[in-house]
Structure formats: structure tokens, C-alpha cells
T-cell receptor, first 110, second 119 residues
Framework: DAKTTQPPSMDCAEGRAANLPCNHSTISGNEYVYWYRQIHSQGPQYIIH???NNETNEMASLIITEDRKSSTLILPHATLRDTAVYYC???????????FGTGTRLQVFP | DTAVSQTPKYLVTQMGNDKSIKCEQN?????MYWYKQDSKKFLKIMFS???????INETVPNRFSPKSPDKAHLNLHINSLELGDSAVYFC??????????????????FGPGTRLTVL
């Protein structure tokens, strides 16, 4: 079973920041938070991951709370092409298995 | 410069047939996976191979047999296809590194998927 809770859907205006929350209250010390997205039945696309520090790359920023029980994925300037299902996944560093939940369907509108 | 590729993209076949899906990665990774996404969009891991050895084998019928001829390829052969096998199958790959003596699985990169329809 997925160890994360995400809202089923969110809307965001094009050009605005999209903030996608994720709860992972049972996360363990050796577990990373990963974010993937899936655009209309394409293969899941890796976005970003982190352990306890905030992370930023060319796609997004990941903010992890100090107690690590929740995180937020930030797309700073959402575009129509960011419309997708976003999955927040908690994974121990030493296992291969990604357990996908139901994700958040982000709709970016003009 | 495709990283993880799958063939075919679409596969339509009759119940009872045997079919294969191929996956290749050119990322130099040593671990490959098969995932299944059903009609309700749940994405679940089926198998993983590391250096051609089976690492993960979830509760999958033995009609499904993965084969890894080398580290860059992981094929999925399905015998006696059933209606419930209709789904999108995704291949993925990653590297395993060692950190402090313990194995560590790195980021997985997915292929575009194969949509299998069993009639």
C-alpha cells in the first residue's frame, strides 16, 4: 500500500505556481520522498526527490517539513504541458520498489 | 537518443495467445523493471532484474516470464493471455550504487509503455 496521501485533484492557472501537497506521516528515517508525474498515459517521468533538505532542480522545488511528515512539490510557473497526474512516493533508500498511489491530477488552465 | 524504449507500442491479440514485449535501455543502468498499469490507472511493480538476476517478483502469475539477455534488455513474455492481462506495461531502469557498504537503488526512468489489449 502507498504510504502517502495526496488530494485527488487540483487546478492551477497558467503562469502561476502550482503547489502540490503530500502527507507521509509514517515516513522512516531511511526513506526518501520521490515525485513523479504521468502525462496522459505516457511513462512516469521523474521530477525530483529528497531526504530531509529542500531540493530544487530545473523542473521543480521540493519542500520537506522539518518533521518530514509532509512535503510540497512546487512548479514555479505552471504551463499547460504540466497538466498531469503527480505521484508522491516514499521509498527506502535500499529497495528498488516504487509504490505508486492514486496521485494528484493537476489541471493547468489558460 | 531514447533512454528507455519498448516495442511494440500497441499490441492487440486474442485470448490464449503467447506474446512478448521488449525493453531496451541505453543509460548504462544495471537494474530493470516491469510495471503494470491497469484500467483503473493503478501502477504496480511486477519484476525487477539486477545484472540479469531476478530481484523482485511480486505476486504475478507464472504465465508472465521476464527474460534478461543482458543488462540493457529486459523482455516480458506472457503465455496463455487472458482478458485481465489487458493493461499498459511500462519498463523502467535504474542504477544500483553502494553507499557506506549498503546497496542503494537510484532514480528509475520509465519507458513510453506498451498498451496490451486482449480480445
Amino acid at each position: 500500500d502507498a504510504k502517502t496521501t495526496q488530494p485527488p485533484s487540483m487546478d492551477c492557472a497558467e503562469g502561476r505556481a502550482a503547489n502540490l501537497p503530500c502527507n507521509h506521516s509514517t515516513i522512516s528515517g531511511n526513506e526518501y520522498v520521490y515525485w513523479y508525474r504521468q502525462i496522459h498515459s505516457q511513462g512516469p517521468q521523474y521530477i525530483i526527490h529528497g531526504l530531509k533538505n529542500n531540493e530544487t532542480n530545473e523542473m521543480a522545488s521540493l519542500i520537506i517539513t522539518e518533521d518530514r511528515k509532509s512535503s510540497t512539490l512546487i512548479l514555479p510557473h505552471a504551463t499547460l504541458r504540466d497538466t498531469a497526474v503527480y505521484y508522491c512516493i516514499v521509498r527506502p533508500y535500499n529497495t528498488d520498489k516504487l509504490i505508486f498511489g492514486t496521485g494528484t491530477r493537476l489541471q493547468v488552465f489558460p | 537518443d531514447t533512454a528507455v524504449s519498448q516495442t511494440p507500442k500497441y499490441l492487440v491479440t486474442q485470448m490464449g495467445n503467447d506474446k512478448s514485449i521488449k525493453c531496451e535501455q541505453n543509460l548504462g543502468h544495471d537494474t530493470m523493471y516491469w510495471y503494470k498499469q491497469d484500467s483503473k490507472k493503478f501502477l504496480k511493480i511486477m519484476f525487477s532484474y539486477n545484472n540479469k538476476e531476478l530481484i523482485i517478483n511480486e505476486t504475478v502469475p507464472n504465465r508472465f516470464s521476464p527474460k534478461s539477455p543482458d543488462k540493457a534488455h529486459l523482455n516480458l513474455h506472457i503465455n496463455s493471455l487472458e482478458l485481465g492481462d489487458s493493461a499498459v506495461y511500462f519498463c523502467a531502469s535504474s542504477s544500483r550504487t553502494t553507499s557506506g557498504g549498503a546497496p542503494r537503488a537510484d532514480t528509475q526512468y520509465f519507458g513510453p509503455g506498451t498498451r496490451l489489449t486482449v480480445l
